[in-house]
Nanobody
Framework: QVQVVESGGGLVQAGGSLRLSCAAS????????MGWYRQAPGKQRESVAV??????DYADSVKARFTIARDNAKNSVYLQMESLKPEDTAVYYC??????????????WGQGTQVTVSS
């Protein structure tokens, strides 16, 4: 079983910055896509940023403000968020996909971390 834990959320004023971290643990043999998703109250969960191989993909609403990066040696993925806006307020979830040491695929989610941006 693969566990995923996020950290780094909090309260920040509009225009501020936050860095989210996500670490996966367990018998992981390889990781493929890693990504950040968010869900605001009353809205569906949406993709924010995904990194797979050497490619990244961002939601239009965060392009040029957010940067996703991964550290394979640490089974970790990060989201640097700049120029935050009140509409970025949401619970942010980390998703990790890959294969375990037994060759089984996994698709694991963290519990989420709250990001609140005040105006």
């Amino acid at each position: 079983q693969v566990q995923v834990v996020e950290s780094g959320g909090g309260l920040v004023q509009a225009g501020g910055s936050l860095r989210l971290s996500c670490a996966a643990s367990g018998r992981i043999a390889s990781m493929n896509a890693m990504g950040w998703y968010r869900q605001a109250p009353g809205k569906q969960r949406e993709s924010v940023a995904v990194i797979a191989g050497g490619s990244t993909d961002y939601a239009d609403s965060v392009k040029a403000r957010f940067t996703i990066a991964r550290d394979n040696a640490k089974n970790s993925v990060y989201l640097q968020m700049e120029s935050l806006k009140p509409e970025d307020t949401a619970v942010y979830y980390c998703n990790v996909q890959g294969r375990t040491a037994w060759g089984m695929r996994f698709d694991s989610w963290g519990q989420g971390t709250q990001v609140t941006v005040s105006s």
